[in-house]
Each structure stands twice: as C-alpha cells, then as structure tokens.
C-alpha cells in the first residue's frame, strides 16, 4: 500500500457495533464515494429495544450485500479495493464481531491491509466527512471541543490532530439512552430519540419543569438518571387522565429542552475553559432538531464555528470509521489478523482527564 493515501486509493468501510449495519468506499482523502447503511428498527421494534443476537444475525445477511452495493455505486471491483478498515470497539461484541471476521476474510482473500478503529473516533471524524453534497467549513480547527452524544456515551473531548482527550461526560445514563427510555414511558415505539424530536414539534419547552442536575460549579459531569425520575413520575400521574396523551407534545418539548440546557451548558464550559472556537456536536442525538438549532444559535450568539454533520453521518455510519482508519492508515497503522472485537475502548484511544 503507497503512502500517503491518495484520490487513486479506495477505502471500504464497515460499521457493525450495534443495530446499524453499514459499508461505506471513500477515496484515499477522505471523500465519500458511497455509503449503504440498513437499520434494523423493523426486527428489533416487537422487543422495544435492541436484541444482540438478533443484530449479530441481521449484520450477517445484510453485510456482503451492501458491500457489493457500494462498490458498484463507487465504480470499483473488488481488485480495486487498497484496505478494508472496521469498527472492532466499543460496541456489542457479537454485533462488531460480524464487521470483523468479515473484514479479515476479504483483507486476507484480498492481499491488501487491515484496520481495526475505534466507533467514538469514527463519530469524532464525522464532521470532517466530504461527499459530493457536504464539506466541513474551512475555519474548524484544531483543537476543539467534541459534544460526543449517543446511545451508549455522552461525553465532551479536546480533539486535537493527534489525541482525544475526555473532560467529563454523563455519570449514569448516556443522553441518547435517556431520550430513549423516555419515549418508552410514553409507548412512542422504537427507536425512541426520533419519535421524541417528532413529537417535541408541536409542545412547549417549557410546560413541564424538569430538573437540570449537577449544573453548579464548574463540573463537566452531567447525570440524567434525575430527569428520567422525574419524567416517570410526571407521565405516572398524567397517566390518571383518560386523555392523558394529550400531553405528549408538551413533555417531549419540555424533556428536550431540559437535556439541551444542560449539554449545552457544559459545552459552553468546555469551550470557555480551553479557549478553542471550534466545536463539533457528533453521534446519534446530535440528529435532533431542537439540539441542532438551539446549538446553532447558542455558536451565533458566542462567535464559534460550530460543524453538525448532516444528519446520515450523526447516527452509525461506515463512512466516519473509513476516514478515522484513513488518518491511521496515513500513520503507517495496520492491525495482524489477530484483531479481536471488544466491548469497550482500549486504555491508550483517548486520554482521560480526571473530572471526578
Ligand atoms: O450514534 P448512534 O447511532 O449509536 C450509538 O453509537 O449509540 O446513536 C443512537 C442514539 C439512540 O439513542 C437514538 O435514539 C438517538 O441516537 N437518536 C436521536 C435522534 N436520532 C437518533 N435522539 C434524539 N433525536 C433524534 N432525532
Ligand atoms: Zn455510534
């Protein structure tokens, strides 16, 4: 493989961590030639929630299939293929286990390197993806803070080009489980985090008083398991109306606007702490409306440059974790074919401030 990589290099991707099956063909630089990602909301809907086994199974039908779909979208064969790059941590191990033993099979079948990547620095990446539609604003530099929110992790991180360093996150539940449990308690379906943002449209922010917890000082902790009390405790009393629904757009507005206050007031901290005037808001929940535009306006008002990826690269997607192994690729990194899939980061991908 030439080093650097360069627009003649073709990268495939894959993204298996959880429920969301992937396979992205970016260019050597980091553009996005094709992306073919397929939830699996309809299997696990019956269970309310996300079942392993049944995402381990889906990933291995669906895989081949879209791989062969992006190469065709991307004008390439499979001989053209430079290195194949996947999520192996963190992430359900079942689930990553499908990219990986994929991945090894086509590098070794293949004769071209392998990488394994963190999911969280693939997110991390999201917002200097370019495709034919999207390029990052030229002013974002580095350092600058991340607002890390998904399903599994909320946490705030100094990015510069070479380390990742955590400076607080949520304590107990991450803010895109919170948004998810939520929608439960008022049998919105699943995924729960889009139904929220949907209903939210039509409610009033601030009709209901959720707490706002470990807002004094200036921790960058954050805990939503508060919140999710008190949310129950509110829905088990409106609950007593024979109407009762006609509150959901009330509390969904309320509860978004109660998570926002307090994502956004850490951030604000962040940044004012380490004096960067760029700022990336990246995974799932950064897909949601009222987080978006309250984050814009929040980065107006304080004069940052602020990137939310557009919205297929907010959830799982191969294309961050192609240009996350792009960037090590670069570096002279490949992994043996000993890559194991983990369900949790290794010690050395970020460093760890201590914010406790
Ligand atoms: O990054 P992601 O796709 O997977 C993980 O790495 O966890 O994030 C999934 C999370 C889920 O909790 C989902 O409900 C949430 O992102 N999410 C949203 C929205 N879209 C996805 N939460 C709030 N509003 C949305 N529009
Ligand atoms: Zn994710």
């Known amino acids: 493989m030439k080093l650097p990589l360069d627009s003649q290099s073709r990268i495939l991707a894959f993204e298996t961590s959880c429920d969301d099956t992937s396979v992205a063909l970016l260019d050597g630089e980091g553009l996005v030639l094709a992306l073919k990602s397929a939830n699996q909301d309809q299997v696990h809907r019956p269970f309310g929630g996300v079942v392993p086994e049944i995402a381990s199974r889906a990933h291995l039908s669906l895989i081949l299939e879209l791989a062969e779909s992006c190469l065709e979208a991307g004008h390439c064969q499979w001989k053209d293929v430079t290195a194949i790059v996947t999520t192996n941590r963190p992430g359900l191990v079942g689930s990553l286990l499908v990219g990986v033993v994929t991945a090894k099979t086509l590098a070794q079948i293949l004769g071209i390197p392998l990488l394994g990547v963190n999911h ?8 200097n993806l370019r495709d034919s539609l999207w390029s990052p604003p030229k002013e974002f530099r580095n350092p600058s803070v991340a607002l890390l929110v998904s399903g599994g992790h909320t946490q705030i991180i100094l990015c510069t080009e070479s380390t990742n360093t955590i400076l607080g996150g949520t304590r107990d539940d991450a803010a895109g489980e919170a948004w998810d449990k939520f929608a439960k308690m008022l049998d919105l379906g699943f995924p729960g985090g889009p ?10 922010p601030n009709a209901f ?17 508060g919140l999710k009390s008190s949310a129950h405790r509110w829905i088990s009393e409106l609950r007593q109306e024979s109407d009762w629904q006609k509150h959901i757009p009330n509390l969904c507005a309320s509860f978004q606007q109660a998570v ?20 990336l808001i990246a995974g799932g929940v950064s897909a949601n ?5 309250q984050a814009q306006s929040w980065a107006l008002s304080r004069g940052l440059c602020l990137v939310l990826p557009p919205l297929r690269y907010c959830t799982d997607n191969a294309a961050m974790i192609g240009l996350a192994g792009i960037r090590r690729l670069n570096r002279g990194e490949i992994s043996h074919l000993g890559l194991v899939a983990s369900p949790n980061s290794m010690p050395t991908d970020f460093v760890v401030q201590d914010f406790t």
């Open 120 to 127: 969280l620095e693939g997110h991390l990446q999201s917002g």
């Open 195 to 204: 139904k929220v943002d949907q209903a939210a449209l039509d409610g009033d």
């Open 260 to 279: 926002t206050d307090v994502l956004l007031a850490k951030l604000d901290l962040a940044v004012k702490r380490h004096k960067v005037t760029s700022v």
């Open 289 to 293: 409306s009222f987080l978006r535009s």
């Open 209 to 225: 008083a959720f707490p706002r917890a470990m807002m004094a000082g200036d921790s960058l902790e954050m805990s939503f398991s």
